[in-house]
């Protein structure tokens, strides 16, 4: 399969052409430099170019924070339109999208995971921007894929597990968020996922994260534990800690149509991150990178 990737420096497209290469697959990663997906031209002539079984939009605007602020409106244009001008694109040249989308859809007020078909009911400009991206999706028609993920880390982005380790490596009191529950999602799981759904032909919104659900408190608590340090993580609630954008408080997703269309069940969020401790961190604490 031929897997167009815009956004191909991004975190998620890196992995995802990684483990396309490793499924058999041949990835074709365009880095932002080299195709803005405002541009409609552009996406005419990459498709033309490329003939790609399937076209995979990892390209966005993913800093929560600037998104409320100095990035709004380019936040609204990229994650908002971006996504329609590729989807018409593909309609045209008659290629499947896989388009990704994030659990900030939703408002956090809901007490059981949240399936494909809620409401979208974003509080933040990003949630705003993505659900604008999901519409445009659908409108478009033609064959779309939309796949929601949360909480997502892995090697070459800018991520929560780095973040907690750099500062308990370096001794720095740790404050986290106790009242903002998820599922933290590793990039390995979630390209095999991306894959497997463009294997299958999945059509429609899917939700994909890792198994099991926590606080961004816990699981800050099971990184400093996995890297064996003694580092007290304290517990604090979003309101001891603003920040400019506002985060749904339960955003975990349900899984079930992922599980129907590829008989896959993600495995517990604990495990993944194992596994990314093991094939990507140990080296860097050895090095001290
Ligand atoms: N990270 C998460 O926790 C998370 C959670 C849920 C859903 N998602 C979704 O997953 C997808 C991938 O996220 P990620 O974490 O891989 O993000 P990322 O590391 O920030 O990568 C996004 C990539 O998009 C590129 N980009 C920005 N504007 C562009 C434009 N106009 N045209 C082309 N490329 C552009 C960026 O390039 P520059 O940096 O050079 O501008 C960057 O390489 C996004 O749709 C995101 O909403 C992520």
Known sequence: MKVLIPGGNGMVARMLAETARARGHEPISVPHAEWDILDAQAAK??????????????A???DVDACEGEK????LKVNGEGPGVLAKACVEALVPLLHLSTDFVFDGTASKPYPVDARAKPISTYGISKAAGEKAVK???????????AW???PGGRNFVDTILRKARAGEPLKVVRDQIGAPTYTGDLAE???RLAEVHARGIVHFTNGWHCSWHAFAQAIVEM???????????SAQFPRPARRPAYSVLDLERYHLLTRQRPRPWPEALSEYFAKHLKASKQTGA
Request: with cysteine.
């Open 139 to 149: 409108d478009a028609g033609g064959a779309w894929t939309i796949l929601r993920t």
């Open 60 to 62: 966005a605007l993913t």
């Open 152 to 154: 997502v880390y892995g």
């Open 193 to 195: 996922a991306i894959l």
């Open 72 to 75: 709004a409106a380019l936040a």
């Open 45 to 58: 002539a990459q498709i033309d170019r490329h003939r790609p079984d399937v076209l995979v939009n990892c």
């Open 227 to 237: 890297d064996g340090l003694d580092v007290p993580v304290e517990a604090v609630t």
